[in-house]
T-cell receptor, first 110, second 113 residues
Framework: QKEVEQNSGPLSVPEGAIASLNCTYSDRGSQSFFWYRQYSGKSPELIMFIYSNGDKEDGRFTAQLNKASQYVSLLIRDSQPSDSATYLCAEGSSASKIIFGSGTRLSIRP | SAVISQKPSRDICQRGTSLTIQCQVD?????MFWYRQQPGQSLTLIATANQGSEATYESGFVIDKFPISRPNLTFSTLTVSNMSPEDSSIYLC??????????FGPGTRLLVL
């Protein structure tokens, strides 16, 4: 059974620093990976997806995928208090389904 | 992306009753999904709502407990039947707009007393 693992945190990062969120997955054949942000009391919001090995950048966010190590990460540069949220890593499964990790709680301290 | 609405946004229900949650999308989508998120937990997929055929349920979820309708490509309902306090959760619908990318509705917060 596919599994996505994340450290639950909380991860505390000072404002302006780089926040690094990590995720491992069990299915070597997985092709697509996603990062969602979820504020307390809100629904998940897609912030990044990545399909190829290497880095993908979008503004302050960089997703990194290493298929050989079955490892996905999300870097947030110049962290802001508004980045404080739970970040969910997910991998694509069959029939367009997505398997979610348990999430990492990120706290940006001013 | 997609604009997704859910009704109701929240409800408090009595044990043994049923609640039907509606999900409406602003454009036609092939895939719609229903998730449950229990307090402090991640998302668990309940089922895939298929247009024109029965929903596909994940392990641990059955049609008698969670009947789903998908009458067209923009609308779906999830019913939580014969509710117990263990059904207290947030229920979310999502749609797959492109390349396995899912977008979520705002969720329905359910409390069962």
């Amino acid at each position: 059974q596919k599994e996505v693992e994340q450290n639950s945190g909380p991860l505390s990062v000072p404002e302006g620093a780089i926040a690094s969120l990590n995720c491992t997955y069990s299915d070597r054949g997985s092709q697509s990976f996603f990062w969602y942000r979820q504020y307390s009391g809100k629904s998940p919001e897609l912030i990044m997806f990545i399909y190829s090995n290497g880095d993908k950048e979008d503004g302050r966010f960089t997703a990194q995928l290493n298929k050989a190590s079955q490892y996905v990460s999300l870097l947030i540069r110049d962290s802001q208090p508004s980045d404080s949220a739970t970040y969910l890593c997910a991998e694509g499964s069959s029939a367009s389904k997505i398997i979610f990790g348990s999430g990492t709680r990120l706290s940006i301290r001013p | 992306s997609a604009v997704i609405s859910q009704k109701p946004s929240r409800d408090i229900c009595q044990r043994g009753t049923s609640l039907t949650i509606q999900c409406q999308v602003d454009s036609q989508v092939t895939m719609m999904f229903w998730y449950r998120q229990q307090p402090g937990q991640s998302l668990t997929l309940i089922a895939t709502a298929n247009q024109g055929s029965e929903a596909t349920y994940e392990s641990g979820f059955v049609i008698d407990k969670f009947p789903i309708s998908r009458p067209n490509l923009t609308f779906s309902t999830l019913t939580v039947s014969n509710m117990s306090p263990e059904d207290s959760s947030i229920y979310l619908c999502s749609v797959d707009k492109q390349a396995e990318t899912q977008y979520f509705g705002p969720g329905t917060r359910l409390l069962v007393l």
